[in-house]
């Protein structure tokens, strides 16, 4: 059997891939949200971030809100602190165990239990890893070298050479998702080229490895679409944790006041929502609508002609309102330290016992036992 293409399997240009995949998975996830809400009991998340910095904005409404959610309909979760994806096109992490910490404040404040949910450190599962090298086995250089979100991340890498693990860290992630048999992860856009490749590992892997009774090792992931807009930076772009223009969770009301008063603004007076013509007042109005839980047309509408200086109070004032009890927690939180680590230290554990089971499983129907 080939590993690269099989019949069955078309190879279509990367921006196909994408289109393709964001279309199927997009209609996919209204039936999948339905679905979990039907049965949260039959399903399993799994969902990560890296600890590269505080998480911003973005974040909160994009992702955390989410996650509260599903842990509130009691579906099972897993939270990986992908420590060991930092160093795809960085030379050193930084800061690692402070910035794994900070996440953590970030998840707690916003509502995670860490006695519902599994936070932990990939690093700190070693089976999770060793999983990476049957995974590795079973997909091609040159699949690896057409993932889209990879090209990207390799052409804005502050990196000259791309490193291997570059290459290979979708498949890591799929280790990351595959290990507790997660079936549900839910993604920004971005991210579904990578659940892709789990898919297609999983795929592979129960084709190559059946179980002698019948059963597959590993579930196929579904994408959960996150229903949240994009949010756009002060500068205008991509709010992101790299580029400087974004608030954190974790800001001061002073600092996010004055970040948002910097934020860029057209020259029309009138303040209106029209993501596509005016993108950056927009982002601005659905902020404020977010946090206020209103519609933005009507923060738009009540703000009228009070220009962009209106506007940025008013988001200032929704902001620093909206997050006010999150920050307070966390500020609570953030006093003890060691009890942040003994979530790390649990959630570890309890991964490593899963990772475990799942590492025998898969040595045993590949026969190395
Ligand atoms: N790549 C994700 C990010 O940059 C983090 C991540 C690591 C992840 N492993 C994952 C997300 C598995 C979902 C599933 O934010």
Do not use: W
Not at 106 to 116: Q, S
Not at 229 to 235: Q, R
Not at 242 to 254: M, Y
Not at 327 to 335: N, Q
Request: proline share 5%.
């Amino acid at each position: 059997m080939t590993v690269a293409t099989t019949a069955t399997e078309a190879t279509p240009t990367a921006a196909t891939t994408t289109a393709t995949a964001t279309a199927t998975e997009a209609t996919a996830s209204v039936g999948l949200d339905e679905r979990i809400r039907r049965n949260p009991g039959a399903h399993r998340v799994l969902t990560g971030d890296r600890p590269t910095g505080p998480l911003h904005l973005g974040h909160y409404f994009g992702t955390l809100q989410n996650r509260v959610r599903l842990q509130r309909l009691g579906v099972e979760m897993f939270v990986v602190i992908a420590d060991y994806q930092v160093i795809t096109d960085r030379d050193i992490a930084d800061r690692l165990a402070e910035h794994a910490e900070n996440l953590v404040l970030d998840y707690l404040a916003t509502g995670l239990d860490p006695d519902r949910a599994t936070i932990f450190a990939h690093s700190a599962v070693p089976a999770l890893n060793q999983l990476l090298l049957p995974f590795l086995s079973l997909v091609s250089v040159s699949e690896l070298g057409r993932n889209p979100t990879v090209k990207d991340e390799i052409a804005h890498s502050r990196q000259s050479a791309v490193s291997g693990l570059m290459f290979t860290y979708p498949v890591h992630q799929a280790a990351d998702i595959l290990f507790c048999k997660a079936d549900v992860v839910p993604v920004g856009q971005d991210q579904l080229p990578h659940l892709e490749v789990a898919r297609t590992v999983a795929r592979r892997f129960n084709e190559r490895y059946p179980h002698p009774d019948g059963a597959a090792v590993f579930p196929r992931p579904e994408g959960l679409l996150s229903a949240a807009p994009l949010l756009l930076g002060t500068d205008g772009t991509k709010m992101s944790k790299s580029r400087g223009n974004a608030v954190a969770l974790a800001a001061d009301e002073d600092t996010t006041a004055r970040l948002i008063r910097s934020a860029r603004t057209d020259t029309e007076r009138r303040i209106s929502y029209d993501p596509v013509a005016r993108p950056e007042v927009s982002s601005l109005v659905l902020l404020a609508a977010l946090c206020q839980d209103r519609r933005p047309e009507e923060v738009a509408e009540e703000i009228g002609d009070g220009g962009a200086a209106a506007l940025k109070r008013t988001v200032i004032e929704a902001v620093n309102e909206h997050l006010r009890p999150v920050r307070a927690r966390r500020a609570e939180l953030a006093a003890d330290r060691g009890y942040v680590r003994q979530v790390l230290r649990d959630g570890a554990e309890r991964a490593k016992a899963v990772a475990d089971a799942t590492l025998d499983e898969v040595r045993a129907v590949m026969g190395s036992v």
